[in-house]
């Protein structure tokens, strides 16, 4: 008599502990922050800021500055085709990278990672 009686309320009380997770599911899985960009999908329709020639010789300086630190020179060209060629030369004037970018920021040739 004593083995029935804990066994039905072991059951019991698994069945309450188990009772809010069962009460709490609900159907809003697709409202999820996580699948906003579905409703506007701006991937589509993006607006992407096209940067002007100081304002990616700033980006570059500042990206130059903390990743090697003072002393760095940070030269920016527009080139024909519409693209910005980044170099960094050292101290002494020697090159330490040349990196070529598009008007939206992202690499174009030379980006090849140290």
Sequence with gaps: MKKTTTIAALSAAALLSAAPLLV???????DDDRY???????????????????EMRI???GQALRRFGPGV??????TDD???RVQLR?????????????RYGAPVRGGGRD
């Design 24 to 30: 709490s599911a609900s159907d809003d899985y697709w």
């Design 82 to 84: 519409g693209t910005y």
């Design 73 to 78: 020179e940070v030269t920016v060209d527009e």
């Design 59 to 61: 980006m570059a300086y």
């Design 36 to 54: 906003e960009y579905r409703d506007d999908d701006k991937r589509m329709k993006s607006d992407m800021k096209q940067y002007s020639s100081e």
């Design 90 to 102: 050292d101290a002494e004037d020697n090159l330490m990278r040349e990196q070529e970018f598009n």
